[in-house]
């Protein structure tokens, strides 16, 4: 294992572990995407299928185990202890699209790239199908941000560190292909596509620091109209976003006894 996949691995596990410290921290849950946690869990679900025959180190066990335990610990948290924000019916038909779009993708990607005997492999189709899904797992969190009027600091550092974990990976793999003349064509197409993503929420979202709200910003559809990719899903009007019977934007509380704190304008963020 080189350093840049190591560096790769600490920044994902990081990222898990700021989204946990946040969630119990602010006693709140509002700001996240439950369809993007609930996306990563079938990625990891269906990636880490290995770990029922095959056996590579303690290390590499552990980690599979963590990202599994932690997501699912993460949904269970969103569905029954704080609360949090309902995701509006364009991010429900981008995850339903995304699901199966990977779905079908998976089979003819796996050919093209592996062989076609390998395709029928179910091992690797579900592999296949976990790195193409990883890809657009972000799309409803950024949708929720601009959706949500309680943004939270960990929205932005959250993706940051995922960004950086694929960015790394990118490292990993053009370190691998020098030294050691490998390169797996699917894993490096969908993490672009992926990390494409992260920095381009990055560019919008430090382009834009007005508005503070519990430590974070408010980024609104106008900012993500600025970004190059950002903009085709998440920056369209307001018709875009579903509203509620008032013709305001619903939030979903699955705990309304919880205590959501919120910075007013003359407060200090707490520590």
Partial sequence: MNIFRLAGDLAHIFSKCVLLWSIHRNKSAEGISLLTQAMYALVFCTRYLDLFWRFISLYNTTAKVFYIASSFYILFLMLSVYPRTEENRKAWFITAYSVGGAAVLSIPITGFARGWWISW????????????????????????????????????????????????????????????????????????????????????????????????????????????????????DSVDVERGEEGGVSHHVTNPDAHVPVAHADEEPRT
């Avoid at 309680?150 to 053009?174: A, D």
């Avoid at 979202?205 to 980024?219: A, M």
């Fill in 121 to 236: 492999l179910m091992g690797e189709m579900f592999w296949t199908f976990s790195i193409i899904l990883e890809s657009v797992c972000v799309i409803p969190q950024l949708i929720i941000l601009r959706q949500t009027d309680i943004p939270t600091v960990i929205n932005s550092h959250y993706l940051l560190t995922l960004g950086s974990y694929r960015g790394f990976y990118i490292l990993n793999w053009i370190y691998r292909y020098f030294s050691e003349g490998l390169v797996d064509p699917i894993a490096v197409v969908f993490g672009v596509i992926q990390t494409a993503l992260y920095i381009d929420f990055a560019r919008v979202y430090y382009g834009r620091q007005r508005i503070k709200l519990r430590e974070g910003v408010l980024v609104d559809s106008e900012d993500f109209r600025k970004g190059w990719i950002t903009r085709w899903f998440a920056g369209r």
